[in-house]
């Protein structure tokens, strides 16, 4: 009985891992010297955006709070500040940790972390959260989703200027453009799980506890 159990639990583990991947695009991402191999810190745009010296303040957030940031740059410091902690982590399909994540599962950690939001594992299940949103009207916050060939799908989280936070599974966790040749080919939708104002008040909450 102990032998069956343990076979439906390895067999249901396997499973799991197989439907919370990513588009593999190991050979499409790396070949495409256009994408950047490391965020270098060079986010114009939104007011309060990414300062080097936040790196150094106990809570960058707080401190973003302090200038007075509207809500779509405290969602961007948020998630730059994610990005401080995820870079270097390696793709690894059916990963949740530092150890090695994929794709949807960097998108669960990163909403649970910053803004207490529980979203689904799977891409499949992440494309059906809140509402659909033009790509000419994307905020920070926002999950980005491409349609590569392949079974699998991709997600990211869009932080502004034009680039998102993912887990590459050439790369690991980093930053792209959208505008990247092969993102830009393969974009399929993006989705607002909450309203930017939404998120930033999250995020409050969570600092003032």
């Known amino acids: 009985m102990i032998v069956n159990r343990s076979s439906r639990t390895l067999l249901m583990i396997v499973s799991l891992a197989m439907l919370a991947g990513c588009a593999s695009g190991s050979r499409h991402d790396a070949s495409h010297g256009v994408d950047e191999p490391y965020f270098a810190r060079d986010m114009p745009g939104l007011p309060g955006g990414w300062d080097p010296m936040m790196s150094r303040v106990d809570n960058p957030i707080l401190e973003a709070r302090r200038l007075g940031n509207p809500p779509p740059a405290l969602v961007r410091q948020a998630l730059l500040a994610q990005h401080e902690d995820w870079v270097g982590t390696p793709y690894r399909l059916g990963g949740t940790s530092q150890h090695g994540v994929d794709c949807s599962a960097l998108v669960q950690n990163v909403f649970a972390e910053t803004f207490q939001l ?52 050439s790369r690991g966790v980093m930053i792209s453009r959208l505008d990247n040749s092969y993102w830009r080919r393969y974009y399929w939708q993006a989705r607002r799980a909450l309203e930017p104002t939404n998120l930033a008040q999250r995020l409050l909450v969570d600092v003032d506890a």
């Open 118 to 169: 529980n979203l689904p594992r799977t891409t499949g299940e992440q494309v059906r959260e809140g509402s659909p949103v033009a790509r000419d009207e994307l905020a920070p916050g926002d999950l980005v989703f491409f349609r590569p060939p392949g079974a699998y799908r991709h997600v990211g989280i869009f932080i502004g200027d034009g680039r998102f936070l993912h887990a590459s599974s």
